[in-house]
């Protein structure tokens, strides 16, 4: 173990300690510092807190090693003092602050804390509502689970039919090494099951998940058992869940259990209500794994935390998204620009993501790319796929293998044009990140045509780059763009560049192109801007959608043309039709 960075708080802050205690004694009551602790390298106090209804509550007030940078904590030591809110149900400690880290001043003495809070707590009633904080208390929270692994469930299987009061439950599970791992293992694989089906006790499903997650899961099916837990155990007894869940594995037919390899398992779950939000019940699941070897007649049970998900549950997280979930936006470039974009596309919800490129993926682009090794030697548009699948299963991802331009020596099938047709038909945007101009045009005859909004991003040498926004018949094109940023006819100014642009030009070794020199965070930034161009299209005219830009034109300069670093500057403009501009002019 690494020796200590700071010195033991109560030395780094001669006097803390000895004001801790004298505040407890301003108020009557003796706390005294526990010995035994302080020898082990903390301070406790401990002592009896008297209530104002002369109740004496026994209490251990445990200071962190970063005290008084951190609070502290409050624990009711006797469990007959357990009260059903604002208290951990199993460990006893009292939540006697909102958990926000401004709510703590260092400054504060615990036992002021506890006079102005503590009486609160126990008042009979509990704590007015409107002195909470405006979030729920769910109680399962508090249970204990393996750290290396979770149970997904559709937002559609917590609310089953009532009066069915137990049955049978079908899982799938992304790789197996996680259901034989010790829980003890810092090292233990990462894992995790989803709940396909839930069925009453004469096999008719009740409820189950989107067909659209299992392709996230590509383990072996496994089978479970489950009950309704009505009514719930209240706060201090939820050890209880635990119990019943251990009942109901050993009442289980063994001809149901799953056997891999020398072990066989089974998954139980229930299903009770709690506090979801603030003084709101709602539907949750609490699980076990149970696991046994076949030369052990020991069953080992892992306690396993349910994961809500779903197309609302995600979107409580991002409101002003929510048309993305009826959008569709077709990508085409999927290098160090368009990898992250798509995948920001697909992390906000949008319900269908079209991907096209021609090229694979380098074992060591990962440096600005989306992953490393992960879908080396790949196509692109597949690597990509697979990643996005396995992560934002709710987006349906097509890929279109188009190398724009591409003219082969026989007419190849599909045609360059129905591929193009449908990567463009009936999408909600346009994005083009391939930094290629001829590309650029065929996007936005495409776009034009189809009276589509597009949208186009490009870096100049990591030095800053351009985000372009073009909806037909209200802005200029991409041509347009163009002649408003050249150096001859344009209207802009600020375009970053570097002076020796010739020297940040490589090819590695490996490579079939040449590629310029840049970092991914030199990057990212233009990626996230035409998501939120993006995102001000899509949701246009939806109320609380997210906003738009009020400008076309976004230019971001990131140094100067010497190398030096500045503080990002992005300048708009709007893009009006230019006057040169053959396509708007025609």
Not at 96 to 114: F, T, Y
């Amino acid at each position: 173990m690494s020796p200590a960075v700071l010195q033991p708080w109560w030395e780094e802050f001669p006097g803390r300690l000895e004001r801790e205690v004298a505040a407890f004694h301003d108020l009557g009551l003796e706390f005294v510092v526990d010995e035994a602790e302080r020898a082990r390298g903390r301070i406790v106090l401990a002592g009896k807190y008297r209530l104002s209804s002369g109740r004496e509550l026994p209490l251990a007030i445990v200071y962190p090693d970063t005290y008084p940078r951190t609070r502290f904590v409050a624990y009711a030591t006797d469990r007959a003092d357990r009260v059903p809110a604002h208290q951990n149900p199993i460990d006893g400690n009292l939540c006697l602050l909102p958990r926000g880290s401004l709510h703590w001043d260092p400054a504060m003495l615990a036992a002021r804390v506890l006079a102005e809070r503590l009486e609160l707590i126990y008042t009979p009633g509990g704590v007015p509502p409107e002195l909470e904080d405006a979030q729920g208390e769910p109680v399962t929270s508090y249970l204990p689970y393996v750290p290396n692994a979770g149970i997904v469930v559709d937002e559609a299987c917590f609310d089953l039919v009532t009066g069915v009061s137990h049955g049978r439950l079908k899982f799938v599970v992304d790789g197996e090494d996680w259901l034989r791992a010790s829980p003890a293992d810092p090292h233990a694989p990462l894992g995790k099951a989803l709940l396909v089906e839930v069925r009453d006790r004469s096999g008719t499903a009740i409820a189950a998940s989107d067909e659209t997650m299992r392709v996230a899961f590509t383990g072996p099916v496994i089978a479970g058992v489950w009950e309704r837990l009505d009514p719930a155990p209240d706060a201090g007894n939820i050890e209880q869940i635990h119990e019943r869940l251990r009942a109901l594995i050993s009442r289980a037919p063994p001809k149901i259990w799953t056997t891999r390899g020398n072990h066989r398992f089974l998954f139980a779950g229930v299903v009770l209500l709690e506090e979801g939000r603030q003084r709101r019940t709602n539907p949750t699941w609490v699980f076990l794994l149970a696991r046994q070897r076949r030369s052990d007649a020991r069953i080992e049970m892992l306690p396993l935390r349910a994961l809500r998900y779903g197309p609302v549950t995600r979107g409580e997280r991002i409101p002003e998204l929510a048309p993305l979930r009826e959008a569709t936006v077709s990508v085409v470039g999927l290098g160090s620009l368009g990898a992250p974009l798509a995948t920001t596309l697909a992390r906000s919800g949008v319900a269908t993501l079209r991907i096209a490129d021609f090229d694979h993926v380098e074992a060591a682009g990962g440096v600005r790319w989306v992953s490393d090794l992960e879908g080396a030697g790949a196509a692109k548009t597949m690597a990509l796929r697979t990643l996005l699948r396995r992560n934002y299963p709710l987006t349906k991802v097509e890929t279109f293998d188009l190398p724009v331009g591409h003219v082969a020596r026989s007419r190849r099938e599909p045609s360059e044009s129905s591929l193009l047709a449908a990567w463009s038909d009936g999408a909600s945007v346009l994005i083009d990140a391939t930094a290629e101009d001829n590309v650029s045009q065929v996007v936005s005859a495409y776009g034009d045509r189809l009276g589509i909004p597009q949208v186009y991003l490009w870096s100049v040498d990591a030095f800053g780059g351009v985000v372009v926004r073009a909806v037909p018949g209200k802005t200029g094109c991409f041509h347009c763009a163009q002649l408003h940023l050249s150096s001859e006819f344009g209207t802009m100014e600020g375009m970053p560049y570097a002076k020796l642009s010739e020297g940040r030009r490589v090819q590695p070794l490996g490579c079939a192109d040449a590629t310029f020199t840049g970092d991914a965070p030199s990057l990212t930034p233009l990626a996230d801007h035409a998501a939120r161009v993006a995102f001000g299209m899509l949701c246009a005219g939806a109320a609380g959608g997210y906003p738009a830009y009020r400008d076309d034109l976004f230019v971001l300069r990131l140094r100067n043309p010497d190398g030096s670093l500045v503080t990002p500057q992005w300048t708009s403009y709007a893009l009006s039709p230019h006057p040169r501009c053959p396509i708007c002019n025609r």
